[in-house]
T-cell receptor
Framework: NAGVTQTPKFQVLKTGQSMTLQCAQDMNHEYMSWYRQDPGMGLRLIHYSVGAGITDQGEVPNGYNVSRSTTEDFPLRLLSAAPSQTSVYFC?????????????FGSGTRLTVV | AQSVTQPDIHITVSEGASLELRCNYS??????LFWYVQSPGQGLQLLLK??????LVQGIKGFEAEFKRSQSSFNLRKPSVHWSDAAEYFC??????????????FGTGTRLKVLA
């Protein structure tokens, strides 16, 4: 089925470990984003990309890296995990950055850092 | 600064009753406006969107929303709530071509409980 695929669905990390959250879409969407969702805080933008090779920071980029080598993939890297990064992470894509299309969301990755 | 406010954290309604979820935004120009729904353990699903034209927009699952420029509001409504509507609802603003930004901003969400 067409859509946004996130892996893994669940992950437990120890403080200081690194990992990559994967995100792939098969809709040829130019715009992709990563959000974290925490209770009472809604969704906060971590990083976004308006096309292959172009990325920029959102509201809460510290501790995270991204790259966009292809249109389909937009991985999120945690460099050195901290308990404050315990959250649910969502990847989302849209046909264009400023065309009012709205997002298609993945089903999320629940990350726990101990 | 751009922002979205959902003043109600929790709302409880009886099945069959009407529903209105509030959303206020702060933006330099008329933004694109969205409502999303999130069922437990799931990602967000787009309910409806507005960016021009008729200020009353229809969405999926029987939802509608009305844009009021004078009040900077985009409230979500449903005439008769079903038990399956229990979920969390998010209002969001999206980048307008005149904004110079590419960021979608989300509100903090309203959790809807439906009583049988």
């Amino acid at each position: 089925n067409a859509g946004v695929t996130q892996t893994p669905k669940f992950q437990v990390l120890k403080t200081g470990q690194s990992m990559t959250l994967q995100c792939a879409q098969d809709m040829n969407h130019e715009y992709m984003s990563w959000y974290r969702q925490d209770p009472g805080m809604g969704l906060r933008l971590i990083h976004y990309s308006v096309g292959a090779g172009i990325t920029d920071q959102g509201e809460v980029p510290n501790g995270y890296n991204v790259s966009r080598s292809t249109t389909e993939d937009f991985p999120l890297r945690l460099l050195s995990a901290a308990p404050s990064q315990t959250s649910v992470y969502f990847c989302a894509s849209s046909p264009g950055a400023e065309m009012g299309y709205g997002y298609t969301f993945g089903s999320g990755t629940r990350l726990t850092v101990v | 600064a751009q922002s979205v406010t959902q003043p109600d954290i929790h709302i409880t309604v009886s099945e069959g009753a009407s529903l209105e979820l509030r959303c206020n935004y702060s933006y330099g120009a008329t933004p694109y406006l969205f409502w999303y729904v999130q069922s437990p353990g799931q990602g967000l699903q787009l309910l409806l969107k507005y960016f021009s034209g008729d200020t009353l927009v229809q969405g999926i699952k029987g939802f509608e929303a009305e844009f009021k420029r004078s009040q900077s509001s985009f409230n979500l409504r449903k005439p008769s709530v079903h038990w399956s509507d229990a979920a969390e609802y998010f209002c969001a603003v999206g980048p307008h071509p005149s904004s110079g930004t590419y960021k979608y901003i989300f509100g903090t969400g309203t959790r809807l409980k439906v009583l049988a």
